[in-house]
């Protein structure tokens, strides 16, 4: 059974840093693109960052552009972000998910197998 576990929560301070894990089990993702994405409180799911399966190719949406960075560590079956330059906007539910789907980065669509999600709060 596939299991994505997200991590790294948490409340911080407008300003602040965070790095969010994602930790695949029960099957290796080594061969699909991973992507994260957030939920705000009565919005919908966003697209925020994807890399490509080698890792040689990054995608961001431009609200997170030069704050965070996405990077994956295939051997641990892990894909990190690393949000830096908090902002209240940016408090959400964060989840990640392979690309196994057609469709581009940037499609919601195209992914599956979300996880539970990760909670961020930034207070101002």
């Known amino acids: 059974q596939v299991q994505l576990v997200e991590s790294g929560g948490g409340l911080v301070q407008a300003g602040g840093s965070l790095r969010l894990s994602c930790a695949a089990s029960g099957r290796t993702f080594s061969s699909y693109a991973m992507g994260w994405f957030r939920q705000a409180p009565e919005k919908e799911r966003e697209f925020v960052a994807a890399i490509s399966w080698s890792g040689d190719s990054t995608y961001y949406a431009d609200s997170v552009k030069g704050r965070f960075t996405i990077s994956r560590d295939s051997a641990k079956n892990t894909v990190y972000l690393q949000m830096n330059g908090l902002k209240p906007e940016d408090t959400a539910v964060y989840y990640c998910?392979?690309?196994?789907?057609?469709?581009?980065?940037?499609?919601?669509?195209?992914?599956?197998?979300w996880g539970q999600g990760t909670q961020v709060t930034v207070s101002s």
């Open positions: 998910a392979p690309k196994a789907g057609s469709g581009t980065y940037y499609s919601i669509a195209a992914y599956t197998y």
